[in-house]
């Protein structure tokens, strides 16, 4: 037979108003009470009915990730560090791809919104650095967080900080590193292959790679830079493209692992030996970093926990404004990995 509240509230000694208010995370609720009704809902392995529970009133016991990114990984992280927490708190995931190139994007988005009637929503880049995505949700009043490359702002550079609604991953610090960590070995020649264009993290990436030449004094070759995407494919033709020119690096710089991936590939076909001839480096930290030979040097983000605290964001937004968790992190930086494809410039 299924339990019920019914069943929680009498095993409790509580009503199932009061059961009702601890499975919804009300703050009023003593501690006392509220061990109790947990300690039932243990002991009777209460699953509440999350459908009935939101269609019995306004509140909403779902919430989303918009997402429009090519790597499979990066959006598996996201969903994993989410749920972890959707999980804590009685909640589902609604799992939501949307293509910012299709014009009716924000229709799309607008109906997916009132049909699942969704507590909040969570982004991801690059839609989570599209302006008019943003308006629209202030438009709807629907809590969101965004998570975005760059650093996080004062607030009193950016209003929406003071409203706590972004996880930033400071891109430009870390790529700075993986530049410095090829420079201290040697390497003047310094490649970089770019990734998606339309993605804020490629422009911070980018220019921390700039900043570590700068500060080092050497000169920025733009032959060495290469437009891509953050794919395999990417890499491999920006690789083969780059190592044929006149002036060959002793260094690649790879936008993501997975064109770093790539990049070692097309080496591997010129018979070009990694690190002794070419020194490798990717970012992200994804498996693509430890399923090539030899293993990437890249730079750790830690996707899960970054989407992890985004929810923890969420849900501490949607329960009152005025509660806000001012301890919770909010700015992380990627931090330099060393592995085998990187080594001392060849003399």
Request: proline fraction near 4%; hydrophobic fraction near 35%.
């Given at each position: 037979?299924?339990?019920?509240?019914?069943?929680?509230a009498?095993l409790a000694?509580v009503?199932?108003?009061?059961?009702?208010r601890v499975?919804?995370?009300?703050?009023?609720v003593r501690?006392?009470t509220s061990?109790?009704?947990m300690?039932?809902v243990?002991?009777?392995?209460?699953?509440?009915?999350l459908?009935?529970?939101?269609?019995?009133?306004t509140?909403?016991?779902?919430?989303?990730?918009?997402?429009d990114n090519?790597?499979?990984?990066?959006?598996?992280?996201?969903?994993?560090?989410?749920l972890?927490?959707?999980?804590?708190e009685?909640?589902e995931l609604?799992i939501?791809p949307?293509?910012?190139?299709?014009?009716?994007?924000?229709?799309e988005?607008?109906t997916?919104?009132s049909?699942?009637?969704?507590a909040?929503?969570?982004?991801?880049?690059?839609?989570s650095e599209?302006t008019?995505?943003?308006?629209?949700?202030?438009?709807?009043?629907?809590?969101y967080?965004r998570?975005?490359?760059g650093?996080q702002p004062?607030?009193?550079?950016?209003e929406?900080?003071?409203?706590?609604?972004?996880?930033?991953?400071?891109?430009?610090?870390a790529s700075?590193?993986?530049t410095t960590?090829?420079?201290?070995?040697?390497?003047k020649?310094i490649?970089?292959?770019a990734?998606?264009?339309?993605?804020?993290?490629t422009l911070e990436r980018l220019?921390g790679?700039k900043?570590?030449?700068?500060?080092?004094?050497i000169?920025i070759?733009?032959?060495?830079i290469?437009d891509?995407?953050?794919s395999?494919?990417?890499?491999?033709?920006g690789?083969?493209s780059?190592l044929a020119?006149?002036?060959k690096?002793t260094?690649?710089?790879?936008?993501?692992?997975?064109?770093?991936?790539g990049?070692?590939?097309?080496s591997r076909?010129m018979?070009?030996?990694?690190?002794e001839q070419l020194s490798i480096?990717?970012f992200?930290?994804?498996?693509?970093?430890r399923?090539?030979?030899?293993k990437?040097?890249?730079?750790?983000?830690?996707n899960s926990?970054?989407a992890?605290?985004a929810?923890?964001?969420?849900?501490?937004n949607?329960?009152?404004a005025s509660?806000?968790?001012?301890n919770?992190?909010l700015?992380?930086?990627p931090?330099?990995v060393?592995?085998?494809?990187t080594?001392p410039a060849?003399?």
């Amino acid at each position: 037979m299924k339990v019920t509240i019914n069943d929680v509230a009498r095993l409790a000694g509580v009503s199932m108003k009061t059961v009702s208010r601890v499975m919804n995370n009300e703050p009023s609720v003593r501690k006392k009470t509220s061990d109790k009704v947990m300690a039932a809902v243990k002991e009777l392995n209460y699953q509440p009915n999350l459908a009935a529970r939101s269609l019995a009133g306004t509140k909403s016991f779902a919430v989303g990730l918009v997402y429009d990114n090519p790597n499979a990984y990066y959006v598996i992280d996201m969903q994993n560090g989410i749920l972890s927490r959707c999980k804590d708190e009685g909640y589902e995931l609604l799992i939501h791809p949307c293509s910012d190139s299709e014009k009716n994007m924000l229709d799309e988005l607008k109906t997916m919104i009132s049909r699942s009637r969704v507590a909040g929503l969570i982004l991801t880049p690059p839609l989570s650095e599209r302006t008019h995505v943003i308006e629209m949700l202030e438009d709807l009043n629907i809590n969101y967080v965004r998570i975005l490359s760059g650093e996080q702002p004062t607030q009193n550079e950016d209003e929406l900080t003071q409203k706590h609604t972004s996880i930033y991953v400071n891109d430009r610090d870390a790529s700075y590193t993986i530049t410095t960590h090829l420079i201290e070995h040697g390497h003047k020649h310094i490649a970089f292959i770019a990734g998606d264009k339309e993605h804020k993290s490629t422009l911070e990436r980018l220019a921390g790679y700039k900043d570590a030449l700068r500060d080092y004094e050497i000169e920025i070759d733009d032959q060495l830079i290469i437009d891509g995407t953050y794919s395999f494919e990417s890499g491999v033709e920006g690789a083969k493209s780059v190592l044929a020119a006149t002036n060959k690096p002793t260094a690649i710089f790879a936008c993501n692992d997975e064109i770093a991936a790539g990049a070692l590939f097309a080496s591997r076909l010129m018979d070009i030996k990694i690190p002794e001839q070419l020194s490798i480096a990717g970012f992200e930290d994804s498996p693509f970093s430890r399923q090539t030979w030899p293993k990437l040097t890249t730079a750790h983000q830690s996707n899960s926990h970054i989407a992890k605290l985004a929810a923890k964001l969420l849900f501490t937004n949607n329960r009152s404004a005025s509660k806000r968790d001012d301890n919770l992190e909010l700015c992380f930086t990627p931090e330099l990995v060393v592995r085998d494809s990187t080594g001392p410039a060849p003399q």
